[in-house]
């Protein structure tokens, strides 16, 4: 499908679109507020330090020992009784992920509402953290150490517009995705390269809606005229706007005599001796109704298609 088609797609199915971009627009507009309740996000550096309590190991071998103790303290921050005892210090739920970095280094990363929440948090953390620690040290031939060396609070910028953005670019992909589809597995005709493809026509004219027709059909009209002037002419009418192009050409038309059919009720009065004029609606007319109509072997067709806009 070219560009071209997918605006007229759009055109022809554009309240079913603009439902579906509200809709997204609606879960966007949600999702932010969701989001943004955590409008700042904070960093806190800690460093781990050994302390051989006997004295017997190099500055090595305690440099080797504080990374692997780093190491497992990652995973006190997974512990659910320790971010339980967390949340019930500092009366807060935030989600927590901790990583080392360049051995003795731990990077805690977590957001939260505002600054003083975050404070508080901070230091509940940080006194939760040495109090495991002092426990350890009273078990072990080790003296662990941890300081903090940094804590950083950024302000999270405004989501709401991106939300709302990818929301409505989200909602217009996923609505001309469901408009296609329902066109194509509902038999809908969709181009007239289509029409063409079903039944062999020598032109197509293309207008916008049929209520516009008595406004743009002059060029039609005069083409009609000169190749079907004093001739019995047929409406194979396949939109549901059944009568407009009757209305016209039998108003301004120079024709013999001019009937309409409205298929495929009436396909059994068709004669494919007579010249005929085959109306179509893009997203409305059912391509097997087309089928039906291409088994007759008109000696003269043309081919009108009508857009909803």
Same mark, same amino acid.
């Given at each position: 499908?070219?560009?071209?088609?997918?605006?007229?797609?759009?055109?022809?199915?554009?309240?079913?679109?603009?439902?579906?971009?509200?809709?997204?627009?609606?879960?966007?507009?949600?999702?932010?507020?969701?989001?943004?309740?955590?409008?700042?996000?904070?960093?806190?550096?800690?460093?781990?330090?050994?302390?051989?309590?006997?004295?017997?190991?190099?500055?090595?071998?305690?440099l080797?020992?504080?990374?692997?103790?780093?190491?497992?303290?990652?995973?006190?921050?997974k /512990?659910?009784?320790?971010?339980? /005892?967390?949340?019930?210090k500092?009366?807060?739920?935030?989600?927590?992920?901790?990583?080392?970095?360049?051995?003795?280094?731990?990077?805690?990363?977590?957001?939260?509402?505002d600054?003083?929440?975050?404070?508080?948090?901070?230091?509940?953390?940080?006194?939760?953290?040495?109090?495991?620690?002092?426990?350890?040290?009273?078990?072990?031939?080790?003296?662990?150490?941890?300081?903090?060396?940094?804590?950083?609070?950024?302000?999270?910028?405004?989501?709401?517009?991106?939300?709302?953005?990818?929301?409505?670019?989200?909602?217009?992909?996923?609505?001309?995705?469901?408009?296609?589809?329902?066109?194509?597995?509902?038999?809908?005709?969709?181009?007239?390269?289509?029409?063409?493809?079903?039944?062999?026509v020598?032109?197509?004219?293309?207008?916008?809606?049929p209520?516009n027709?008595?406004?743009?059909?002059?060029?039609?009209?005069?083409?009609?005229?000169?190749?079907?002037?004093?001739?019995?002419?047929?409406?194979?009418?396949?939109?549901?706007?059944?009568?407009?192009?009757?209305?016209?050409?039998?108003?301004?038309?120079?024709?013999?005599?001019?009937?309409?059919?409205?298929?495929?009720e009436?396909? /059994?009065?068709?004669?494919?001796?007579?010249?005929?004029?085959?109306?179509?609606?893009?997203?409305?007319?059912?391509?097997? /109704?087309?089928?039906?109509?291409?088994?007759?072997?008109?000696?003269?067709?043309?081919?009108?298609?009508?857009?909803?806009?």
């Amino acid at each position: 499908m070219n560009f071209r088609a997918v605006i007229k797609l759009v055109r022809r199915n554009i309240l079913p679109i603009l439902i579906t971009i509200i809709c997204c627009l609606l879960a966007g507009f949600f999702a932010a507020k969701t989001y943004d309740r955590y409008k700042v996000d904070n960093t806190l550096f800690l460093i781990v330090g050994i302390q051989d309590k006997h004295q017997v190991n190099s500055s090595y071998e305690n440099l080797e020992a504080a990374e692997q103790i780093a190491e497992s303290m990652q995973g006190w921050f997974k /512990d659910p009784a320790f971010l339980d /005892d967390l949340q019930a210090k500092s009366g807060y739920s935030y989600a927590v992920k901790a990583k080392t970095q360049e051995k003795n280094n731990i990077i805690v990363n977590f957001s939260a509402a505002d600054t003083a929440s975050s404070n508080i948090y901070q230091k509940e953390l940080l006194s939760l953290l040495m109090q495991k620690i002092s426990s350890y040290n009273q078990s072990s031939d080790l003296q662990i150490n941890l300081a903090s060396s940094a804590f950083n609070i950024a302000t999270r910028a405004e989501s709401l517009p991106l939300f709302l953005f990818l929301a409505a670019v989200i909602g217009l992909f996923f609505g001309i995705t469901l408009c296609y589809l329902y066109e194509h597995w509902a038999g809908k005709l969709q181009s007239s390269g289509e029409l063409s493809g079903i039944i062999r026509v020598k032109s197509v004219f293309e207008f916008n809606n049929p209520a516009n027709f008595r406004h743009g059909f002059h060029f039609l009209l005069k083409h009609l005229n000169q190749n079907y002037k004093n001739e019995h002419l047929q409406i194979l009418d396949l939109t549901d706007k059944k009568g407009t192009v009757l209305e016209v050409l039998s108003r301004h038309g120079s024709f013999r005599e001019i009937k309409s059919y409205a298929l495929p009720e009436e396909l /059994d009065k068709v004669n494919p001796e007579l010249p005929a004029v085959i109306v179509a609606e893009l997203g409305q007319t059912s391509t097997k /109704d087309l089928c039906g109509l291409s088994l007759l072997d008109f000696t003269k067709a043309e081919a009108i298609i009508f857009e909803r806009c």
